[in-house]
């Protein structure tokens, strides 16, 4: 009785107050109405055909579209106001682009870099964490958010040249649960790829701790 309720309350409420794009506003049909995002403007975002992937040192790291156009805003709407029903269709995305190019068997667990406490404070949510917890509803594969720590509050890395980007990041990291990474093929996920500095060390900080290999994905890269 309860549950009739509730979707019939939910289905006046849409009645009322139909579910919008994010992006265009235009009504969200009965099968996209809690991905936040409209088939056309899902199908604007310019996804990186025939990828290969960054390499970031030793680090290779893979991006699923461009950051810009669709992609960008959407990402800017995720991240800084909090329209988490945009993890839903971003994250579909990765998954995608793992079945397509990486393969889902090819790793046994998901970290997302994580934030240091005081930007998570001021934010509320990781970005990175809210799209491996989607992501790993796809894959199976269990998210471990308590075993890579950032420990370093670190400044924007856009601007600082490539001395001051390394030493900038020297240290921001620690492992927290050794035991969850030795032996362990990594991958790590991240929002935005741009001088990939950031992402480098969080890999970096694993294979210390014994990681077998990591790899990353990220949703989009700097063009």
């Known amino acids: ?22 992006i265009c506003e235009a009504k969200l049909e009965s099968k996209t109405k809690n991905s936040g995002l409209c088939g056309n403007c899902l199908n604007e975002i310019k996804l990186i055909n025939n990828p290969t992937p960054l ?9 699923v579209c461009l ?17 988490l029903n945009l993890a ?3 994250s579909k995305l990765m998954f995608d682009f793992i079945n397509k190019n990486m393969g889902c068997k090819n790793f046994d667990a ?26 790993s509803g796809y894959t199976r594969h269990s998210v471990c958010t308590n075993a890579l720590k950032r420990v370093k509050p670190t400044l924007s890395q856009t601007g600082l040249c490539k001395t001051k980007r390394f030493t900038n990041l020297q ?15 990594i991958l790590l996920i991240d ?33």
């Open 1 to 22: 009785m309860i549950s009739y309720v509730s979707d019939l309350f939910k289905g006046l409420l849409d009645l009322v107050y139909p579910p919008l794009c994010e």
């Open 55 to 63: 390499k970031c040192n030793d680090l290779n790291v893979w991006a």
């Open 67 to 83: 950051y810009e156009g669709t992609a960008k805003k959407c990402i800017h709407l995720f991240k800084y106001n909090s329209r």
């Open 88 to 90: 839903a269709p971003l």
């Open 110 to 135: 998901i970290i997302p870099v994580p934030l240091h406490r005081s930007r998570l404070r001021e934010r509320g949510f990781n970005q990175a964490e809210v799209l491996a917890r989607k992501l």
């Open 171 to 185: 240290g921001a990291f620690k492992i927290t649960k050794g035991g969850f990474v030795s032996g362990k093929k």
């Open 191 to 223: 929002d935005v790829f741009t001088t990939g500095s950031t992402i480098n060390e969080a890999a970096k900080t694993l294979l210390k701790a014994g990681a077998e290999s990591v790899e990353a994905l990220v949703l989009a890269r700097g063009i």
